[in-house]
């Protein structure tokens, strides 16, 4: 199996788990124990790049903490020992790919909606403690709604506290393209908000997808403004440590979007680090599904 291949199983389970889930990413270039904090998949935004089935109910209709706990726990006790490495799923796996990288709170909708964030990650935080991973980081993966809310707030500052990292997605430069792209009621000046509100604070990474809708890859114009966008939150004293640019990499659930080549990422990425002197890095698709 190549590693081209491995990034693209990122199916939500691992033997009987419901929460926990390990995943090879090629983001993070290694393994990232993935924790899905909404297995309901009600999101607050309904992107039309995600690969999350929304019109198919979900068998699991909350988090069960006491199971979510003992997931953890033994998916890092997993991976500390490096038995993770011997089980069917990963014992294909690179050398180089070897290493446990972090915790990611995602899953199958915005993460920071659910209602006690800030104990859940403290919690969390608690058991990788216990299993001597404190250079394992916490990354948390938002569309940045919620980061107003003083709940989500005592959330991040765990994760400060705890090796953690932000990963904030801006996938538009423009209300129009944010609505196009993110179909919800959300407004994006919040979005805005937050996230300058956030990077005043510690520093983010922002990750961007851009995409074919319908054939068609964003405009220069769409671009220019998402340049833009980037440069208010660094004017505004934010710390924007790094831009991800990627594209589809997995089946979306919509049918009309598509990836962008391999040099139009590439493309976007010299236009960010020319336009706004930030750190960017690209990560391309795939149609192979």
């Known amino acids: 199996m190549t590693t081209h291949r491995l990034h693209t199983l990122h199916q939500r389970s691992f033997d009987e788990n419901k929460f ?27 992107c039309i790049y995600c690969q ?25 006790s997993l991976a500390a020992s ?52 404190d250079d394992v980081k916490m990354v ?21 506290a705890n090796n953690g990292e932000i990963w904030a997605k801006l996938d538009a430069g423009t ?9 919800t009621k959300i407004p994006y000046q919040r979005i ?20 074919k809708v ?11 403004a998402y340049c833009g966008r980037l440069r208010d939150v660094t004017a505004a004293g934010g710390t924007l440590k790094l831009i991800q640019i990627y594209t589809v990499a997995r089946r979306p659930a919509e049918d009309f979007v598509g990836p962008i080549s391999d040099a139009e990422v590439d493309r976007i990425v010299k236009m960010v680090q020319d336009e706004t002197g930030l750190a960017a890095e690209a990560y391309y698709g795939t149609t192979d599904y």
């Not at 983001?27 to 607050?44: A, F, H, T, Y």
């Not at 948390?140 to 400060?160: P, Q, W, Y």
């Not at 319908?214 to 220019?224: I, Q, R, T, W, Y």
Request: hydrophobic letters at 35%.
């Open 140 to 160: 948390l993966i938002t569309n940045a709604s919620m980061f107003h809310r003083d709940v989500v707030k005592k959330g991040l500052e765990v994760l400060d």
């Open 52 to 76: 999350v089935n929304r019109r198919e109910e979900s068998e699991t209709r909350f988090v069960e903490t006491d199971r979510y706990f003992r997931e953890v726990d033994e998916m890092l």
């Open 20 to 46: 926990v889930y390990p995943v090879l990413s090629r983001r993070s270039r290694g393994l990232s124990v993935g924790v899905n904090l909404n297995p309901d998949k009600i999101c607050n935004f309904d």
């Open 175 to 183: 209300e129009a393209y944010y609505q196009l792209i993110e179909r």
């Open 214 to 224: 319908n054939g068609v890859g964003p405009s220069d114009e769409e671009l220019a």
């Open 192 to 211: 805005l908000d937050n996230l300058t509100a956030a990077a005043q604070v510690r520093p983010l990474v922002i990750q961007t997808l851009f995409m």
């Open 82 to 133: 490096g038995d993770i490495w011997r089980t069917p799923k990963f014992a294909e796996t690179p050398a180089h790919l070897r290493r446990v990288n972090d915790i990611a709170f995602s899953g199958d909708g915005e993460p920071t909606t659910y209602r006690n964030f800030d104990e859940l990650v403290g919690r969390t935080a608690e058991i990788k403690r216990q299993h001597g991973m």
